[in-house]
């Protein structure tokens, strides 16, 4: 079974630092973009950052570009997403999000974790 | 960045009848090479992750009940429920994917009369 399982979010103060992660089981995961998407309490979906397959070609929305870093580990299959300077607008919670298809970069988004929520709260 | 407005904000259908969602984006998504629309469809319940129902602005991902049809093309797109089951009762996202930045529309919450 295709699984995207997320670990890591919590309860940290304004400034402080958080690292996400994503564990993947039942596919290729080094064949396939990944992303993190995030979702603000009642507000809509926000795409984050996105990396390629051997983690060398990374992406970021204006917003965290700077204090967020995404990167990956294709032999323990894990996804991670580095937040630093966290501010209470990064109050969300943040889905692990798989491409649609292996073989392109602008894909839909297929498979979705459960996602871990983060509260940035002084 | 391209801006993705969805409409209405929200609709209230009764069960059986039609709901329909539009979706404009503030640039063409059409890739000319390929002539696909780089514009997908997502459903999201409560309690649960997003689900893909639509890319390619109208090709269904599977599993999703054919109910469901995705249309359009360029900036124009629409997502139609054709007979509103109550497990339908959801938020529906349009995104496009024809540039990096991946954006989403605000959504539409759908639900029942």
């Known amino acids: 079974e295709v699984q995207l399982v997320e670990s890591g979010g919590g309860l940290v103060q304004p400034g402080d630092s958080l690292r996400l992660s994503c564990t993947i089981s039942?596919?290729?995961?080094?064949?396939?973009?990944m992303h993190w998407v995030r979702q603000a309490p009642g507000k809509g979906l926000v795409w984050v950052s996105r990396i390629n397959t051997d983690g060398k070609t990374t992406y970021y929305a204006d917003s965290v570009k700077g204090r967020f870093t995404i990167s990956r580990d294709n032999a323990k299959k894990t996804l991670y997403l580095q937040m630093n300077s966290l501010r209470a607008e990064d109050t969300a919670v943040y889905y692990c999000?798989?491409?649609?298809?292996?073989?392109?970069?602008?894909?839909?988004?297929?498979?979705w974790g459960q996602g871990t929520m983060v509260t940035v709260s002084s | 960045d391209i801006v993705m407005t969805q409409s209405p904000d929200s609709l209230a259908v009764s069960l059986g009848e039609r709901a329909t969602i539009n979706c404009k984006s503030s640039?063409?998504?059409?890739?000319?090479?390929?002539?696909?629309?780089?514009l997908a469809w997502y459903q999201h319940k409560p309690r649960q992750p997003p689900k893909l129902l639509f890319y390619w602005a109208s090709t269904r991902e599977s599993g999703v009940p054919d109910r469901f049809s995705g249309s359009g093309s360029g900036t124009d797109f629409t997502l139609t429920i054709s007979s509103l089951q109550a497990e339908d009762v959801a938020i529906y996202y349009c995104?496009?994917?024809?540039?990096?930045?991946?954006?989403f529309g605000g959504g539409t919450k759908v639900e029942i009369k």
């Open positions: 999000v798989r491409n649609r298809y292996s073989g392109s970069y602008l894909e839909a988004f297929d498979i």
């Open positions: 995104q496009q994917y024809y540039s990096n930045s991946f954006t």
């Open positions: 640039q063409s998504v059409l890739y000319s090479s390929s002539n696909k629309n780089y």
């Open positions: 039942g596919f290729t995961f080094n064949s396939y973009w």
